[in-house]
């Protein structure tokens, strides 16, 4: 059985969430609205739905590859997280890292939309924990290659 997810559109530019091609991972999320953003500026860009996700699952919002390629224009924070409670109107942060002004177009694609599950932990304080062969080790620990 294929989970099945809820969009409502907010407003009647609004466009449901598509997939491209059948085997692609995202969905596309598009702009309702004109928007320009200023090189080194972010902007908010409403999408007009809003998602009643399937239960155990998040969306998460990923820039497209080729707003970055073409134009540095990427999410600002990447990738967003839906949480499966959340109701309200869905809004893309986007960031124009490149040279030149950039104009959000309505109707364009802004995103793209991957839904996961999600696992429940339940969370355990503790004074010790068992040695790893990584350990404590951080950025670079596991060499340059």
Do not use: C, W
């Not at 969306?59 to 600002?76: D, F, N, Y």
């Not at 939309?113 to 339940?122: L, Q």
């Amino acid at each position: 059985m294929i989970p099945k997810m809820k969009v409502k559109r907010l407003h009647e530019d609004a466009q449901l969430p598509y997939r491209a091609h059948p085997g692609d991972a995202g969905l596309d999320v598009f702009s309702i609205e004109e928007k320009m953003i200023l090189p080194g500026e972010v902007g908010l860009v409403g999408t007009g739905i809003a998602l009643e996700l399937p239960e155990g699952t998040e969306a998460q919002m990923r820039p497209r590859s080729g707003l970055a390629l073409k134009h540095a224009v990427t999410l600002l924070n990447s990738p967003g997280t839906i949480d499966e409670g959340y109701r309200g109107e869905i809004k893309i942060i986007m960031i124009n890292h490149g040279k030149e002004p950039f104009t959000v177009e309505k109707g364009m694609r802004i995103a793209q939309m991957v839904v996961a599950p999600v696992m429940r932990i339940e969370v355990l304080e503790t004074v010790e924990m068992t040695d790893s062969e990584r350990s404590a080790g951080g950025f670079g620990s596991s060499g340059m290659a």
